[in-house]
């Protein structure tokens, strides 16, 4: 899943950022209120952690410029304990709050519960032929065999199950996997797929993630198999 941070404290971006990634989240970071609000509103993400205290534009600013475009789950993040803070920020769109300093497992919890809260139809048990994944769970089976997967491959396997059928470009790839800064033209993302075909593809006669050529990848079962 994809976090927005916008934060001006350097330690609780830098704490935060590793504790997601450990987590397996694809996080972006915004150091003032101005860059949050431009990628809040340029990207798409599972849920953003907005403070209320920035430079240049406060929260509460940034967050009603993104509710005059999106719906993406805001949690709201403040220094002052004041029940006024709070009240403005939920009845001007925010969907949940925390007073630092704050839990770090608290607000992982809360995270999954608002990006689960936007994916009410969406199944958290994708299958493509005999490939299941697990996105609470994290975890992914083939043929009943569970795959031994890092969280940047299953994050990646994630990606394209969701959108199973559908070529994913390298850029579109590095966008949804990767930091929206990420230098497209590495190798990484060739890279990151050989791996997860090795693991997904290569003890099985049926393959599932495919190379289109000149156009990216798509996860999808086939019916001729050469």
Known sequence: M??????DEQKVVDYLCAGLTEQGWVVDVALDGEEGTHLALEFDYDVIVLDVMLPKRDGF???????????????????????????????????DYLTKPFSFIELVERLHALARRTRVQESTLISVGDLFVDLIGRRATRDGHRLDLTAKEF??????????????????????????????HT????????????????????????????????????????
């Open 2 to 7: 994809k976090v927005l941070i916008v934060e």
């Open 61 to 95: 600013a940034v967050l009603a410029a993104l509710r005059e475009r999106k719906s993406t789950p805001v949690i709201m993040l403040t220094a002052r304990d004041h029940v006024t803070d709070r009240v403005r920020g939920l009845r001007e769109g925010a969907d």
């Open 155 to 184: 994050q990646l396997l994630s990606v394209l199950a969701r959108r199973q059928g559908d070529i994913l470009s390298k850029t579109a790839i590095t966008e949804l996997v990767w930091d929206v800064n990420f230098d497209s």
């Open 187 to 226: 190798n990484v993302v060739e890279t990151a797929i050989k791996r997860l075909r090795a693991k997904l593809d290569g003890p099985f006669t049926t393959k599932l993630l495919h190379t289109v050529r000149g156009m990216g990848y798509v996860l999808e079962v086939r019916e001729a198999q050469v």
